[in-house]
């Protein structure tokens, strides 16, 4: 009895040995990766256009052969022109909520387009035809967002300026007869998605969609004859739908704020 007592104690105790052997031997998993952070340092570039836009341009008239004619009036050109943008941004995540996170930031780009057309309609002296291209534009702004690890959800808004032409064609033959080019200014708000999609150490490659209403405001336009020649003077008021696809590269730094 005593004999197969030893035998199975020493059994045992040979197995729990090989036991902790092996698990000694195991890998040990490593842990999980760490939540994803948005605080950093943007820089990246956009494709789209701005779509949809509507500019309303008035003329005071008074002149018979002028584009405005002699009785004046209003047009709306539309504004589609494709853009190339580039962007730079700093943003800075808050405490984690548990169901997601609140990110701050500011956000600054420049908006160019891609080529040089422009839409017409007839000017109220339809001998002309009338159009209003943007030629550069130029936003500053807030960022207020909700991130759920790799992603975010953000609204963004503030000032938003650039430079807006207009151009008047002789018809028919479509053959230049004047343009004016004026600095404009005003205000932007909107949205964007922002996806993280692969995080090496110390940067990230972010894409992402943003659309942004603009109003950039009137202004009163003229090449020559102004306050002389009310048919040739007109004010415009531009606002425009900008929507871009975006590529970044999200640097990891030390946030703006303290906390």
């Known amino acids: 009895m005593r004999t197969r007592f030893v035998v199975a104690a020493a059994a045992a105790l040979v197995a729990g040995s ?4 092996s698990a000694a031997d195991m890998p040990i998993a490593p842990p999980p990766p760490p939540p994803y952070n948005w605080t950093g340092y943007w820089l990246g570039v956009g494709f789209g256009g701005f779509f949809g836009g509507d500019s309303s341009v008035t003329f005071p008239g008074g002149l018979l052969g002028s584009p405005g ?11 589609n022109q494709p853009i190339v943008a580039v962007h730079g941004t700093h943003t800075h995540q808050l405490t984690n ?23 017409t309609v007839a000017c109220p002296n ?31 808004g503030g000032w938003a300026a650039g430079q807006v032409q207009t151009r008047t064609f002789i018809n028919p ?30 940067t990230s490659g972010v ?29 415009v008021d531009v606002t425009a739908n900008v929507i871009k696809a975006k590529f ?12």
């Open 126 to 156: 339809a001998l002309f035809s009338c159009g209003v291209r943007i030629q550069s534009l130029f936003t500053t702004g807030a960022v207020l967002g909700l991130a759920w690890d790799r992603v975010l959800f953000s609204v963004r």
């Open 18 to 21: 090989v036991s902790a052997a």
């Open 207 to 235: 894409i992402g969609i943003e659309y942004n209403f603009v109003d950039l405001g009137d202004v009163v336009h003229c090449q020559f004859g102004c306050g002389l020649a009310p048919g040739f003077v007109r004010n």
């Open 69 to 79: 004619g002699l009785l004046g009036g209003s047009i709306g050109p539309e504004i």
């Open 173 to 202: 033959g479509d053959i230049l007869f004047d343009n004016t080019s004026r600095w404009h200014s005003g205000w932007y708000v909107g949205g964007a998605i922002d996806w993280a999609v692969y995080k090496t150490a110390g």
């Open 97 to 119: 909520l548990g169901w997601g996170s609140v990110v701050i930031g500011i956000d600054q780009s420049a908006n160019l387009p891609l080529d040089n057309g422009i839409d």
């Open 248 to 259: 970044s590269v999200k640097f990891d730094g030390p946030p703006l704020l303290p906390f």
